[in-house]
């Protein structure tokens, strides 16, 4: 089976900084990946070059079948146009850390203007998607709220159910929980959870939730320095870690946990 995301020796710097230093990663359609990893080891850069937020500085990354950042022209690869980016990632969803809702407008009106606007749905379709999008996410009683009569786990959700209309193949979460008051985290986590048990679709998750990783991934990758330290299935990396970097990592957050 072919990947749904493909990276192929890819680096990014910032100035004289080098933030990825060679990823190769493959992600399996409707497989669930947990990014996992110190600051500034690269988590967040590696979804941020598969959202187009930033651009790759060298190296290959493919969507579906189609490269992101390059299109084929005369058989040849050329760097890709801004029409070519946008229609490959219309193939991706992205819940950030800090929501991005449109505070003028009301909860259904966040979750339709994209598909109405980027995908042409027709109103009344993007509306109806909208609705069952956010009664996934137990948010159906509020579609006339503004964000700002929202609690800070609510707005989470409806960010999810927002990229959930637009019926993306590959699902990316930003360190989602990052931003909420711990008694939020939970029900955050809860709705994640069920959208991966659907199974549907391939997710990528920027996280610091050990234990939420160890339940909802099918693939834990460590990253560490810019480089893809160790990987495999949860239960083999979070509790029987091969490399003193990693071993360090996950001791820290066992000494918090239980502090």
């Not at 379709?125 to 909208?130: G, K, L, S, T, V």
């Not at 964000?147 to 979460?173: D, T, W």
Request: with cysteine; charged share 30%.
């Amino acid at each position: 089976m072919e990947p749904i995301v493909k990276y192929e020796d890819v680096h990014k710097s910032f100035g004289d900084l080098e933030v990825l230093k060679g990823i190769d990663l493959n992600i399996a359609p409707a497989e669930k990946v947990a990014l996992i990893g110190p600051s500034g080891s690269g988590k967040t850069t590696i979804i941020r070059l598969l959202m187009t937020l930033e651009k790759p500085t060298s190296g290959y990354i493919e969507v579906d079948g189609d490269p992101l950042w390059h299109k084929e022209v005369n058989g040849k690869l050329v760097p890709a146009d801004e029409k070519h980016l946008r229609e490959v990632r219309g193939k991706i969803g992205m819940v950030f850390q800090h929501f991005n809702l449109f505070p003028h407008m009301t909860i259904l009106k966040n979750c339709t203007v994209a598909p109405i606007n980027v995908l042409g749905m027709d109103k009344e379709e993007a509306e109806q998607r909208a609705v069952e999008m956010l009664e996934k996410v137990g948010l159906a009683d509020k579609l006339e709220a503004y964000p700002s009569q929202l609690s800070g786990g609510q707005k989470q959700r409806v960010a999810m159910a927002r990229a959930l209309v637009m019926r993306p193949k590959v699902m990316l979460f930003d360190e989602v929980t990052s931003a909420l008051d711990p008694e939020l985290v939970g029900e955050v986590l809860e709705v994640i959870r069920e959208i991966a048990e659907e199974g549907e679709m391939a997710m990528i998750l920027v996280t610091h939730e050990m234990d939420f990783a160890r339940d909802v991934a099918d693939r834990v990758v460590f990253l560490d320095n810019g480089v893809i330290a160790e990987q495999g299935k949860p239960k083999d990396i979070l509790e029987n870690p091969q490399s003193e970097r990693l071993q360090s990592f996950l001791e820290r957050f066992r000494t918090s946990s239980s502090s």
